[in-house]
């Protein structure tokens, strides 16, 4: 089974919903990165659960150690273990799936595949996981403001309602103004009424995440398999409940003309720059210096408080009731996830293209 994702910058997750504790090692992280413990404390903040009326109620601080790699506030080249504990686990609300699936979690797959699963919160599925990629995503953010690249994230959908404004329009320093993490204000107090109005109905919804990283350099990414999108669009689809990835015009501009679509280069000062940027900041899956935005899809949660059918690991028809302390919908705790995956990508990629960005 794979728990690692990254190649010099590399991390491995450890850890299950309603175990002790879960966290992170984070190998090949350069030494000498300012260790801001207060900011990746904040990072773990806006993810964790029971941090508003529109996520799930379990209460877990996520407060984190560090274990090791750390001396004096600063890292020392050395594996980095992070861990948090878990606190408010309630597994008996799970006993009925022990040996029964939930429609469209993982239990069936998961059970197939490797014959036995803590089924206590979705154990190893659960996006509790995502927590231990955020505390390495924030120690990759600390390493990328370092070289003037910043990622942010915010919600940009909740079922049918979106904001008409592109990332360029929107103030992004208003996206934690408000709970559900969306800074255009005109939409943000309907998306969140609709998601409560949701999770009353015991139902919950999708929506979506749209990524922006500023202050790349040209040159990160591979001409060929190891395409900057197509990591990006690997680790975006690596996070739970992820339906569908798009960058630049995406499925847009499979509508538009050549002629309308191309970015056109022009020279600003000593640097080459597009007018247009519906390419997304990468173009033969090299980044060209402009802004990489995408948008990314997560589908309604599968645990609806509501009785479905399903069956057993015998193959038994059976009822499934909706139990356990579930978000309505994930796109507010998303927000950091996409960062961290953001981030993470990222500085792999920084790491690994240096000497020919340098070059450039
Ligand atoms: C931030 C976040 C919170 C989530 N919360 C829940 C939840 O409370 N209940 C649930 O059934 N699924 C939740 N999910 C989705 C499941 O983890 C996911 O559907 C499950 O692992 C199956 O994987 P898949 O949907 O990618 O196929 C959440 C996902 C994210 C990203
Ligand atoms: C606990 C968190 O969110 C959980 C994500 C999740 C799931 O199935 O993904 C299911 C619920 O928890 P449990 O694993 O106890 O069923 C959520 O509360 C968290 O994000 O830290």
Known sequence: MSNSFGSLFKITTFGESHGKAIGVTVDGCPAGIDVDEAFIQSELERRKPGQSKITTQRKEPDSFDILSGVFEGKTTGTPIAMVIHNTDQKSKDYAHIAKSFRPSH?????????????????????????????????????????????????????GELKTKKSYLELDLSKTENNIVRCPDETIAEEMIAFIDGVRKNGDTVGGVVTGVITGTPVGLG?????????????????????????????????????????????????????????????????SNGEDIYFNVAFKPVATIMRDQDSVDQDGNKITVSGKGRHDPCVVPRAVPIVEAMSALTILDFYLLNKSTILKA
């Open 106 to 158: 993982a239990d069936f797959t998961y059970q197939e595949k490797y014959g036995i699963r803590d089924y206590r919160g979705g154990g190893r599925s659960s996006a509790r996981e995502t927590a231990a990629r955020v505390a390495a995503g924030a120690l990759a953010k600390l390493a990328l403001r370092q070289l003037g690249i910043e990622v942010f994230a915010y919600v940009s959908q909740v």
């Open 222 to 286: 591979e001409p060929v398999f190891d395409k900057l999108h197509a990591r990006l669009g690997s680790a975006m689809l690596g996070i739970n409940a992820v339906k569908g990835f798009e960058y630049g015009s995406g499925f847009e501009g499979a509508k538009m003309k050549g002629s309308a679509h191309n970015d056109i280069i022009e020279k600003d000062g000593d640097q080459i720059k597009t007018l247009t940027n519906l390419s997304g900041g990468i173009q033969g899956g090299i």
